[in-house]
Structures are given as C-alpha cells and as structure tokens.
C-alpha cells in the first residue's frame, strides 16, 4: 500500500480521495510541498530604503498629493495575549507586571498615533472601508480600551455606516460582557483563531475551553448577526484528518461564514516544541499539504469561494482587511509591527521596546519605508490576482505580453495544476496553487532579475 493510500485508508465521506490524489499526482514531479513559501511584503525582500524618520517625511510628502475620495483601510495591532500559545508564530506576548497601566500606555499610544496620521494631508476626510484589529488578542485590552480605540477612530477619521468593523480573537477572551460592548461600538466581524476542535489537539496546543464552549462562542457572536470566519491549522499534534474535515463541517453547519487555512509554521520560537510532538520531519508537510488539500475540496464542494489564497468565503465574508490591495486601497497600520502601505510606499513599525519609545514628539515610530520599484509594479497586478486568487483574462494577457518567459510558466502551473481557467480567459489557483501562493509570485518576481 502506498503512503498515500494509507494516510486516506480510513477517511471519512467528505474527503474527495480521487480530488486530492490528482492534485498530488499533478504536482509531485515538480514540487516539493515542504518548500511552500508564505506571500512576502517587499521589505522582506529588499529591506528597508529609508530610516524611520526619512519614510515619515516620505509619507507625509506622499500624503498631501492623495485625491480626498480614495478609501483606505484602518489596521491596529495589539501585541498582548492572556498566555503566549506554544504554537504561535504572531507577534504577540503575555505582559508581566504592571498590566493595566502597561495596556492604557499602549493604547494611549495608539490614539496618539492615529491622531498623528489623520493630521496628514486629507487623510481624515477619505472614506475608510474598514478598521480591523488584529494581534496578538485586541479584546485582552478589556472594554473601556476598545472604546478609547474605537472613539479616536471616530473622531480622527471619516467612517461611515458601510465602515466595516472588525477584529481578531481568541474564544477565551470572548466573554458575553465584551461582545455586547464591541457589539455596541458597532463591530460586526469576528476572526477567530479556533485552529481545531479536536479536544486532545486543543487540550496540547493550549486551547482550555472545550470544543462546545468555543462552539458556543461562535454561535453567539452569529446570533449578533456578525459575520465570522475561522483559522484552522494543519498539522497540530495529534491531529487528525477526520478530526480535521469533521471540524469544517461542524463549523459550515452552524453558519460560520469563512475559513483561513494554513500548515502550521516551525520557526526558531516554536522549534522546541514542534520537535518535542514529531513537527519538525521533512514528511509531516506531505500530510499537512494532503489534509489542507481535502479541505480546500470540500470547501469548494459546498460553495465557499476564495477571495484570498488561504481564505475560503460565503457571500457574506468580504474579507475587507485582507483584501485591500486587491482593491487597490491604501493602508494605514497603526501599533507595534504594524505595516501599512500608501501608494507604492510600504512602511512599517518597530517592535514593542521601540514602538513605545519613538511613538512620539510628533513622530508614529516607524522603523522604516520603501517605495516599491517600477518594475515591480509591472508584475504587481499579477502579484494581486495570485493572493485574491484569480487572476483577470486582461491581467494574464497584458502579463504574456509585457514577459517573454510567462506562457511557458503558466503552462507549466497549469501542468502542475497549480492554476486552472476562470471564464473564458481568467485564471484561478486551484488548492495547490493556494498552498503555493508565496511560490507563484517568487517566480514571477524572477521575471525582474
Ligand atoms: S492567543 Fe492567538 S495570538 Fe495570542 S499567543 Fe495564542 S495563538 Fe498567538
């Protein structure tokens, strides 16, 4: 019996046995599915250009020439969780003594921070499509900090009724009492990091509330009639496939609206622990890329669409925050990390040490900006369709046209089933495209050396 075989021996009915093994087969010869890169911003590429303080001048100057219609994107990040997860890759911490102060100094920041920005050119009269808080757990900051955060929006800035409201968190720091007051504040998006529901992954990942009271969350916050998506991880401790695949049909039955999907990320932080439970062999991303494959399917099966490449949607879930660029939006970041974009230029935020100490005088702390290049932004609407997923039949010619080498790699996604039609002359990416989304765009990116 082969490996394959094996591992789908005892599946349940939802899998799509015959779906998965053509993507694998189709693959295979080609790629390694261990080498799966995640999209990267461009200073990950190239670094930073400009320091700091020559990317706020930069953004400034930049900002003074925007026309005062163009919608942007609101992102606050929140670095603190109740306990740091043994498994999580996130920037985020658990904060020692002096909590509450330490949690109205940041916020305060924060506040500070966004005042600054929305003094910059027009900025406080463009229409702002979402404010997303993301982390680390922004409802760990309690009540009275979400509405100081929520206010200062308000104030600073031109929201409107369709401003969507949104944010990340745990189902731990979801307690009846906050939800009533985000819901309040006007907040009708939830991301929750549920990651699985099978009790002995939960109970090793350090997730203590049992699969039905997470359940319970879910369905509360739905009754709100917020919209919810989830993130689920492939390749936990102990999990397994029908674990995995029962989850995403629990969630679909009561009504969760998205999904992000991804392998579960090794780095230097969690390597201890990923090697104490086996999740550091070569041979666990093939059953992680198998299982997050016959989710994908069944996703699909079931009507949910990707609008980005690891995020299956219903209707309802716009996906605003992540989404952006394929709107063409600009973004402005706000915290700790945070990066945001304006234009073609990217800035981002030092860590916590130095975001509090340079978030001052006048100054949001950046830690520097970079423009990005021209030719770049030749492969950028390409970049954009490959993160949203599909790419338009217009995008796909101008991109044959512009490079001489893209027919033969796009036959070559194609042979590997990484991409398939969309229309009569769109494209789509199929789950292994979704799985090798970072890949597709460092091949295209290759176009420009
Ligand atoms: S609660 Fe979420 S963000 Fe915080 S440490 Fe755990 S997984 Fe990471």
Known sequence: MTLFDSFFLDAPESVNVDGVRYHWQSLEPHYNVGDWMLPLPPWRHHGYSDSGHAAWNILQHDLSQVEPDKPFCIYLHTPFCSRKCNFCDSYSFKLGSHQTERIQDYVDRLCYELRLWSQQGNLSQRPVSTVHLGGGTPTFLGGAALRQITDCCRECFSVSPETE??????????????TDVLHEL???????????????????????????AALDV????????????????????????????????????????GFSIYELLVYPQNRRWCKQYGLTAPSRHLFNYWMFVAGALLLESRGFAKNLFNHWADAQDTNIYFTFPIRGEDLLAVGTIADGVFGNYHYRHPSYARYMKHSQDGLPGLEGGLRRDTAFDMIQPFVKGIQASRISGQVVHEAKSNFPGMSALLDRWMTCSLINHNGSDGLKLTASGSWFAGNLIADLTAFLV
Request: negative net charge; aromatic residues 6%.
């Open 218 to 257: 879910i369905e509360r916050t739905l009754a709100l009639d917020w919209v919810v998506s989830v993130d689920l991880i492939c390749g936990l401790p102990y999990q397994t496939l029908t674990g995995f695949m029962d989850a995403i049909e629990i969630l679909m039955d009561i009504g969760v609206n």
């Open 165 to 178: 409201w949104a944010l990340e968190s745990t189902v731990n720091e979801l307690t009846p009492e906050i």
């Open 186 to 212: 006007g907040y009708r998006r939830l991301h929750i990091g549920i990651q699985t529901l099978e009790p002995q992954v939960r109970k090793t990942i350090g997730r203590l509330r049992h699969p039905v």
